[in-house]
């Protein structure tokens, strides 16, 4: 048995796949955090949260670098860590930092740093040649408008440390920059509490589908699991619908996106102890690196691929982190293809209704999650205003996608905000 030690945690599904991927793999794990209830709130009402299945829950200010790492040198000394981990993005770097003190399994503290920092991505994935659309990184506003003019509209506008989508952006013209940068200004600290670098990053609109690439590397060696696929709409945000594993592509385009995912991933220093979640843009130009992402992918794509393949993607994040090889063995578990599809509101105001009770008579549903009536909706600018999500499944081929979007027609007719 190993004991992990978990700093922080995505609170959607990655909290709850996490914790029991390290409880299925026999291991136990100390959790590490500034503020419990930040979860407990998040849980299903009389149910407890798998998070409180750690051997011990340790709080301590998790957002201070120093703290943590000595917080983190203390509880090794204590308790013998085999390896450490977090699913949410804003606490990667730390978790690497205190790898490398701790020698402890995981990739470089610098990799992960870039590859969490979406400027220091595109800097890398330049000089390493790797092409990518033009872009720039400015704090002052006089030097965004110029550079927005010299790379040309229609122009991308993201923070460079945020995630979900958050404040993406496509800006036609000046006016539409400078909302789009006032906004930005106006969130100067994370939903963790975190002060937000305040520089913007400016990006040439890239054309053409968008893919990830899921992989998992280990002792200097990428394995590829698959490709998925996504939609996106809530336009002039970016604001993901839903997606399908496999992805439907030409044998051609699912090559180019894996070469490319690798590419990035060998670049940025990441070929040992990540899973990681690299996203791809099929441009006309060829493909094109959106971002890495140096742990498993959200919006339950973990679990398209479990159901798919049979590997357990969380458990191979488990396996990465204590050094181990992870088992990617694929099973046949009837399914040729999986698909997720999201309820995405287009208005803010209050749910009155959303009535899903016929899901549960739809043989190929495989998760169906709906919002309770009485929840304020906001129109959706990013990944996080979703009002519930429906999951299913093709056993004669890539016809997923379809089956969901299908269910999601059903579930509108019956969907009232007033």
Not at 167 to 193: H, I, K, S, T
Not at 245 to 263: G, H, Q, S
Not at 303 to 313: A, F, I, Q, S, Y
Not at 385 to 401: C, K, N, S
Request: include cysteine; hydrophobic fraction near 45%; glycine fraction near 8%.
């Amino acid at each position: 048995m190993a004991h992990l030690l978990m700093v922080e945690s995505w609170v959607g599904s990655m909290s709850r796949l996490l914790p029991r991927a390290v409880r299925e793999s026999g291991h136990e794990f100390t959790f590490l955090t500034r503020d419990l209830h930040h979860y407990l709130r998040a849980a299903p009402e009389g149910a407890a949260h798998p998070l409180l299945g750690a051997r011990n829950v340790v709080t301590a200010d998790t957002n201070d670098p120093d703290t943590l790492l000595a917080q983190a040198e203390r509880l090794h000394a204590a308790f013998g860590f085999d390896g450490v981990l977090t699913s949410c993005d804003y606490y990667l770097p730390a978790v690497a930092r205190i790898a490398g003190h701790l020698g402890l399994p995981g990739p470089g503290p610098e990799a992960v740093h870039n590859a969490c920092r979406k400027d220091a991505t595109r800097r890398v994935l330049a000089d390493a040649g790797l092409p990518g659309p033009r872009f720039a990184l400015h704090e002052e506003w006089a030097r965004l408008a110029r550079a927005a003019r010299e790379i040309g509209y229609p122009l991308v506008v993201k923070p460079v440390d945020l995630c979900a989508g958050m404040y993406v952006r496509r800006v036609d013209d000046e006016e539409q920059l400078a909302d789009a940068v006032r906004a930005l200004a106006d969130f100067p600290v994370n939903a963790r509490g975190q002060r937000r670098e305040p520089a913007v990053l400016l990006e040439e609109l890239l054309d053409g589908p968008e893919v990830s690439v899921e992989t998992v590397s280990h002792a200097g060696a990428v394995h590829v699991v698959g490709v998925t696929d996504k939609s996106v709409g809530g336009a002039p945000a970016f604001v993901e619908t839903g997606h399908m594993f496999p992805a439907a592509l030409t044998p051609a385009d699912t090559e180019a996106a894996v070469d490319t995912a690798l590419d990035a991933l060998k670049a940025l220093g990441l070929t040992d102890g990540v899973v990681a979640h690299t996203e791809v843009k099929l441009t006309s130009a060829g493909p094109r690196v959106v971002e890495v992402n140096p742990r498993p992918a959200g919006n339950r794509i973990t679990e398209l691929v479990r159901h798919v393949t049979g590997v357990d993607l969380a458990a191979a994040f488990v396996d990465v982190a204590l050094g181990r090889a992870p088992d990617l063995r694929r099973t046949d578990t009837g399914l040729r293809s999986a698909a997720i599809g999201f309820l995405v509101p287009d208005r803010a105001g209050t749910l009155d209704r959303l009535d899903g009770t016929h899901l549960a008579r739809e043989e190929d549903v495989l998760e169906a999650e709906l919002a309770e009536p009485g929840r304020a909706v906001r129109a959706a600018g990013s990944n996080n205003e979703y009002l519930g999500h429906v999951m299913a499944g093709d056993p004669d081929g890539l016809g997923a996608r379809a089956r969901v979007e299908h269910l999601l027609s059903t579930l509108r007719t019956e969907l009232v905000i007033r």
